[in-house]
């Protein structure tokens, strides 16, 4: 049973880079067939996706965070890791990490999610 | 970016009722559709992808519809675990996510 788990700060200062880290267990990041992004959400508000790592090791941001977004991956320990630099409040959310895997017809979908794990962007 | 509206935005029902949640995208998005469940602290839960195939292990009585920019999640018996906020999501291009909309006890 693939189980993702996030870690880091709960407190960034503004300015600062946010660092996050997924650990997986029960499956390999460097495996074929799954993409490892990075979600989040702000309170009471929706979804937004942030970027992928491929198993090659490249990446796709969404376009409106690619300026400030970095995601890179340890294989030998299983993890991967979001950096987002120059916070504002406005990153201010929960940060969660997914497993995409695809469907039939080659949709991607997030279908593991870890816990999420909360992040201020405060002085 | 794929734009994506969901309506209603919340809606309260009682333990048996029918639900029907609707997603529209700005854009066709083929089978690239799908639906997630979450509950209140909790990450979101794949329920219903490509748009009518239920993950392994959600029941039946959730089920998906639609085609093109138009897509319905429907809750056919309302049961007290199912309170929670629902959000339809494309994968066509950039993944985006609809405003969610909020199930609540009536």
């Known amino acids: 049973q693939v189980q993702l788990q996030e870690s880091g700060p709960g407190l960034v200062k503004p300015s600062q880079t946010l660092s996050l880290t997924c650990s997986v267990s029960g499956g390999s990041i460097s495996s074929g067939g799954y993409y490892w992004s990075w979600i989040r959400q702000p309170a009471g508000k929706g979804l937004e996706w942030i970027g992928r790592i491929y198993p090659s090791g490249s990446t796709n941001y969404n376009p409106s965070l690619k300026s400030r977004v970095t995601i890179s991956a340890d294989t030998p320990k299983n993890q991967f890791s979001l950096n987002l630099n120059s916070v504002t409040a406005a990153d201010t959310a929960v940060y969660y990490c997914a497993r995409e895997g695809f469907s039939m017809f080659g949709a991607n979908v997030f279908d593991i999610w870890g816990q999420g794990t909360m992040v201020t962007v405060s002085p | ?106």
């Open chain 2, 1 to 106: 970016d794929i734009q994506m509206t969901q309506s209603p935005s919340s809606l309260s029902a009682s333990i048996g009722d029918r639900v029907t949640i609707t997603c529209r995208a700005s854009q066709t998005l083929s089978k690239y559709l799908h639906w997630y469940q979450q509950k209140s602290g909790q990450a979101p839960r794949l329920l219903i992808y490509d748009v009518s195939t239920l993950k392994s292990g959600v029941p039946s009585r959730f089920s998906g519809s639609g085609s093109g920019t138009d897509f319905t999640l429907t809750i056919s018996s309302l049961q007290p675990e199912d309170f929670a906020t629902y959000y339809c999501q494309q994968s066509f291009s950039t993944p985006t996510f609809g405003p969610g909309t909020k199930v609540d006890i009536k």
